[in-house]
């Protein structure tokens, strides 16, 4: 078992991947890998070897059990059976007779394709995942299992399969030492009995892990260092002259001796002078080291191939036949189905609810049939109903591509084929839109007075579930195209708008230029438009003579469809449904191909960091306006920051250097006057309400405890450390004392020196670093601290000082990116996230874990960090899981805690820990601690549930009758009454900006991170002149010519279409946008930066500055294309209606998000209430002819008005004929009146409804944001 061990950015994942097979496309490589002296052509190495990522990528509503179960049933068991069967056949030979229950485990564990099988049983007990095995996995929206137990799922999933060869990049991080001690311990069990290679590459080895490898791995800079057993490593380096200290963990030593800055403190040759050894150097110095000769000369001679088993390299690309693994996906593919039932439950809820308001506003006694004018409100019918069920799939776009990134690892490590994973899909959506379809046209169809007979009824039900598996389909292939949630969304409204417009009910048939035809024929809406229309038209009810001569057709039934552009035989409609079904077909079919050769976006390549000498340059050129902002800051509010306390000021302590000499420069810039200030809190309980989960396996109370009677104090000046195994709830008793939980019940006292604590004030006071870094991707790491110190501070801002201290200067100018994704790697936003905190100069400052995730190296800058932190005086606590002798000594005081949230030990650490040694070892039938062992990891081991069981102790009724605790209680007690002459805190204004200077940052960083967003603001723009151009091409020309009644319909399908499809597309882009920020702002929030209003106010700024430069774009092209008169009021009138339409739209996206707990709820909201928009715009059904008690919607949709003002501004004041079928000629103005209701002189009105609905939508936003907050903590 070999570990691989290197500083960040040094290559380990590279080579990982390199080895396993999966080469990066851009990178270019030489030189050979070969297994067993095969080369990777002539295998399937992706099958024979597995490569664990860093990420968990997870279904997140299947269990644990059905995760494992899924996996090892794709997999197969691959040479276990073979080898059985060689057994077997031996065993006969020599005549012995197996152990039944040995022989039946054997046979168990080898068959191949079992739905659930022994092998999973067998991980999860390894993997301590019993415990967790029927809950669910949980995504950032469900609450499912801890952050290490996902860790401990993605490394079972690939246990469970048949690989010989397992690379592991970073399984630790999240997962406490002794998790992390556990698994490695089993992994190494498993190395040594079925003969598995491995390597592991680890960030923060503990000592005791260390001691469990055979086989060490140094990179640095790309180039292994050493490699070769683990006893031989410190020996290589004291050759060149580096020795490790006594009480040093050797990987921290290996990782630090090969970077520049930490070298010199190892040096042990004291007769020569240190001079630095670079890397190249002590590669050269390994080829002439034993190990490293002995090595050369092993890869000297070629490997023989005989010695191999011929089952050890996989042959096959898939582990079990073509028939099980369909099997398996459909069976997850049900189960997936049922999980999610309640978004299919809302879907049908809402076709319901659509199909109840269409039946009421087309209601039977309304709708006159037989005559020439009844056609056009049964056309309005058909084409809603059409779009409705089309519509109802843009949801299957979603969640399709929430379901990617899982897909795309499982087609990598070859669990199955593309074709499995969509055919299920395919075929169980089937029976939905029977269902869906079969809903809507129950509701409706007699309803509405569709034609009475019922094959006709039936016909009508089979187009539309035509129509709705195209759109499913169509929606899938879309989602797949795009990978991204964002693009996925354009791509989609865009294909939307090509298939509705050239659809045929838009613009008329005849209407298009002839060059656009075949738009026409390869819309698949066209085809469903015709079948209903065929359907309902050739009925024998609209079979009374055609009175009308100008269309030479016999029936009123023809000539309706004829005056639209439609097909007048009735077989068409048997074409139409042929080609629908096609469609979907074709579209499957493309989904499917898509799967199989598309590859996710993106890729995590760490930032490379300048090194130091170019620093100094770099300061000078760092953007100009930053440092005329920092003058303005300044300015910009000189309130004292602290008005009660005059007298805190004066013992600022300099006298608190002594501890750390060599960082004494680096203080001047943290000896910004602050008040140092102590926590205080006694008997502290909290419960939470009882989850469901729990309640139905049968537990009676109502509330869970999390925390069980802890008291403590944390003190200025003092490093104290919160310590636990996972779920002891140190997290808990952080968001407790700092105030951020959301929900749940406190019970005990906190004070702060002396006075209770009071949440406005102690936000003010307090930092708080999250263990997940949240920041906003589009800014740079020097703009972040910036906002949060203009923010928070109210006079001098000391950016630069802090940059220093976290080292960050190197990373000033990069962009922070999304996590895993782009951007900073983990360690430099775990820095990141302290420094935002620092700027705000806290008194008081709470950590959760700042060093998981972290190798030695960066653990140990983010502690010197946190360490002179707390030597200028401040308070700081953090909760730490696995640490390394170094990080645990460096605190003064402990609270540790065991499960069930009961403190076990509170006090001070003493020299190499050894005040809490002897409290442990004072303890009765308590094992010693070794010599040189980490006492962290010691006192984990021994107050483990397991070993309290065994001694029959409670360590925690211990502590509680120890003098320990009479001392703390004493501490606490003095702590909790306040000194004489101090005050208690007070701030004259809740937040420490006003409210412009709190607009104004806010408008800064929405500004860049708008700026630095191209995927969304050019994709919105490139779209918008695409559609520009496409509807100036469509209807080109189209605004002059008014002759007939269908131009005016075409012109006002123009402006419907217009107004409609950008703002939609507008509403669907923004809402990924404002998700993202969301959660950010909740940080923000929290740490009490701003209130919601100029948070609120900025956001909608900037997006109204890209919207205005938008709309101009589209009104410029549209507006000359579609050839309207150039009148200078004319123009102004058509670029204001539709900025303020993109505005309304924008908004009301903004709206919803902010108004729903997720994403996906948004989305279908959304789609719900534009659709209701749409109907009810004046363009499906005109005004005149919407029923007397739906009239009244019609001013409360906002496209309505839009439509009204577009319409009217344009041809409003025209007085010149038209001809309209069976009513002979009329002038413009009389009949944009009598028929569509439009008058010229209420543009007024109009114009006032826009900005009513525009500040209407910006309020709720605003309020939305302010008063619901939907992170349960």
Not at 239 to 259: H, M, N, Y
Not at 567 to 596: H, M, P, Q, R
Not at 860 to 889: K, L, W, Y
């Amino acid at each position: 078992m070999t570990l691989l061990l290197g500083p960040p950015g040094s290559g380990k994942t590279t080579l990982l991947q390199a080895l396993a097979g999966k080469r990066d496309k851009d990178l270019r490589i030489s030189g050979r890998v070969s297994y067993c002296g095969h080369e990777l052509s002539e295998f399937v190495p992706r099958r024979t070897c597995a490569y664990i990522s860093q990420h968990d990528l997870h279904q997140g509503e299947m269990t644990v059990r059905e995760t494992l179960d899924f996996s090892g049933r794709c997999l197969g068991v691959g040479t276990r059976y073979d080898l059985l069967t060689e057994l077997s056949r031996r065993e006969k030979e020599v005549g012995i007779k197996p152990d039944p229950e040995i022989d039946a485990f054997m046979k168990a564990t080898a068959m191949a394709g079992q739905e659930t099988s022994l092998v999973t049983d067998y991980v999860l007990k390894i993997l301590e995942l019993d415990i967790c095995a029927d809950i669910i996995v949980g995504n950032e929206m469900r609450r499912g299992i801890s952050g290490g137990q996902k860790k401990r799922v993605t490394i079972g999933e690939m246990l469970v399969g048949p690989a010989k060869a397992l690379f592991m990049d970073e399984i630790s991080n999240g997962l406490d030492s002794s998790t992390t001690f556990q698994i490695v311990k089993f992994m190494r069990q498993m190395v040594h009995i079925m003969d598995v290679t491995m390597i592991i590459s680890l960030l923060q080895p503990a000592p005791e892990t260390f001691d469990l490898f055979d086989d060490i791995i140094l990179l640095s800079e790309g180039q292994i260092v050493y490699q070769g057993p683990c006893e031989n490593v410190l020996e290589f380096f004291e050759d060149i002259g580096f020795k490790c200290p006594e009480r040093k963990g050797v990987a921290d030593f290996l990782q630090e001796v090969t970077s520049k800055k930490d070298q010199e403190q190892y040096w042990c040759k004291k007769n020569e002078p240190y001079r630095y050894t670079s890397v190249p150097e002590f590669v050269d110095h390994f080829h002439n080291f034993h190990i490293g000769q002995q090595l050369y000369d092993e890869l000297g001679i070629p490997y023989d191939r005989s010695k191999a088993h011929r089952a050890a390299l996989v042959k096959e690309k898939y582990g079990i036949s073509n028939r099980e693994l369909l099997k398996a996906c459909f069976a997850r593919e049900w189960l997936l189905m049922k999980r999610n039932s309640f978004i299919y439950i809302f879907k049908t809820t809402q076709i319901t609810i659509m199909s109840i308001i269409a039946m009421t506003v087309f209601f039977r006694t309304e709708m006159k049939h037989g005559q020439l004018e009844d056609g056009g409100k049964y056309y309005g019918a058909m084409f809603f109903s059409l779009t409705n069920v089309m519509f109802n799939g843009v949801s299957e776009l979603g969640l399709t591509v929430v379901r990617l990134p899982v897909f795309f690892k499982q087609r990598d490590f070859l669990f199955h084929p593309a074709w499995a994973f969509g055919l299920p899909i395919w075929l169980l959506r089937i029976p939905l839109s029977l269902m869906e379809s079969g809903v809507w046209i129950c509701l409706t169809y007699y309803t509405i007075g569709f034609a009475p007979s019922a094959s006709r009824f039936f016909r009508q039900l089979l187009a539309f579930f035509s129509i709705h598996q195209m759109g499913l389909s169509l929606f899938r292939f879309i989602a797949v195209l795009g990978r991204v949630q964002v693009v996925a969304n354009t791509l989609g409204t865009f294909t939307l708008l090509l298939v509705f417009v050239l659809g045929g009910f838009i613009v008329a048939k005849d209407d298009i230029a002839p060059w656009m035809i075949w738009g026409y024929y390869i819309s698949p809406m066209m085809y469903g438009q015709n079948a209903i229309a065929i359907n309902e038209f050739l009925d024998k009810r609209w079979s009374a003579p055609n009175p009308y001569p100008l269309i030479p057709e016999p029936t009123v039934g023809k000539v309706l469809l004829k005056a639209r552009g439609m097909f007048v035989e009735d077989y068409w409609y048997w074409i139409c449904v042929g080609a629908l079904l096609g469609f979907s077909v074709l579209f499957n079919i493309c989904f499917i191909i898509a799967l199989t050769f598309l590859n996710p976006l993106g890729d995590s390549k760490s930032v490379i960091v300048e090194e130091d000498d170019n620093k100094k340059s770099g300061k000078q050129s760092s953007n100009g306006q930053l440092q005329m902002r920092g003058i303005e800051m300044s300015t910009s509010s000189t309130a004292p920051l602290f008005q009660g306390t005059d007298m805190a000021m004066k013992n600022t302590p300099d006298n608190s250097i002594g501890s750390g000499a060599e960082n004494a420069p680096t203080r001047r810039g943290m000896v910004l006057p602050f008040q140092p200030l102590s926590l205080a809190f006694n008997h502290v309980n909290y419960h939470v309400d009882m989850p469901a989960e729990m309640k139905g396996q049968g537990i009676e109370e109502s509330r869970l405890q999390l925390l069980r009677d802890v008291s403590g104090a944390f003190r200025p000046g003092i490093l104290t450390a919160l310590v636990g195994v996972s779920g002891a709830g140190k997290t808990t008793l952080m968001d407790v004392l700092a105030g951020r939980k959301t929900n749940g019940y406190i019970e005990g006292s906190i004070s702060i020196s002396g006075y209770p604590k009071n949440q406005a004030t102690f936000a003010r006071v307090n930092g708080y670093c999250e263990q997940n870094d949240i920041h906003s991707p589009n800014v740079t790491v020097y703009e972040s601290l910036v906002y949060s110190a203009w923010l928070r501070l109210a006079k001098e801002m000391f950016v630069e000082e802090i940059m220093d201290l976290v080292e960050l200067n190197s990373l000033r100018n990069s962009l922070v990116g999304v996590p895993g994704v782009d951007g900073l790697s983990t360690e430099q936003r775990k820095r990141l996230t302290i420094a935002v905190e620092l700027v705000a100069n806290p008194s008081i400052i709470f950590m959760d874990e700042p060093t998981s995730g972290l190798d030695a190296r960066a653990a140990a800058i983010v502690m010197r960090t946190v360490r002179n932190t707390v030597d200028t005086g401040r308070t700081v606590v953090c909760t730490i899981h696995q640490p390394s002798i170094d990080i645990f000594e460096a605190f003064d005081e402990l609270l540790l805690m065991k499960r069930g949230g009961q403190v076990i030990y509170a006090g001070p650490l003493g020299h190499h820990s050894q005040k809490l040694v002897d409290y442990f070892e004072a303890i009765p039938y308590v094992p010693k601690i070794k010599d040189g062992y980490n006492p962290a990891t010691w006192m984990l081991e021994i107050s483990s549930p397991a070993v309290e069981a065994e001694l029959d102790v409670d360590f925690a009724e211990i502590y509680a009758n120890s003098e320990l605790y009479k001392r703390n209680q004493e501490l606490i007690k003095e702590l909790s009454t306040p000194s004489p002459g101090s005050k208690d805190l007070y701030f004259p204004t809740k937040y420490s900006q006003s409210f412009v200077t709190q607009c104004k940052a806010c408008f800064w960083k929405q500004y860049w991170s708008y700026w630095r967003n191209p995927q969304y603001n050019a994709i919105r723009l490139f779209i918008t002149i695409v559609i520009g151009v496409l509807f100036g091409l469509i209807f080109w020309n189209k605004g002059d010519k008014t002759r007939k009644e269908q131009d005016l319909l075409n012109l006002l399908g123009a402006m419907f279409a217009a107004a409609l499809f950008l703002g939609s597309t507008n509403t669907a882009a923004v809402q990924p946008v404002v998700a993202i920020e969301r959660t950010v702002f909740y940080r923000e929030r929290a740490a009490g930066m701003y209130s919601a209003l100029p948070y609120a106010f900025a956001q909608v700024a900037v997006e109204i500055i890209y919207v205005a430069i938008q709309t101009f774009v589209y009104t410029l092209i549209l507006y000359s294309m579609i050839g309207f008169h150039w009148r200078l009021e004319k123009f102004l009138w058509f670029y204001f209606f539709i900025l303020m339409c993109f505005i309304y739209y924008t908004l009301y996206g903004m709206m919803v998000v902010t108004l729903t707990p997720s994403y996906q709820i948004a989305a279908i909201f959304m789609s719900f209430f534009l659709n209701i928009w749409n109907l009810f715009s004046g363009f499906l059904i005109t005004r005149p002819q919407i029923p007397i008690w739906w009239r009244w919607y019609y001013w409360g949709s906002p496209v309505s008005w839009t439509i009204y003002g577009l319409v009217t501004s344009q041809v409003g004041d025209k007085t010149t004929p038209i001809e309209v079928p069976g009513q002979g000629y009329m002038l413009v103005k009389y009949y944009l009146k009598s028929h569509l209701g439009f008058e010229y002189n209420f543009l007024g009105a109009v114009v006032a409804a826009h900005i009513g609905f525009v500040l209407v939508f910006l309020f709720v936003f605003a309020y939305g944001i302010k008063f619901l907050n939907f992170q349960r903590r």
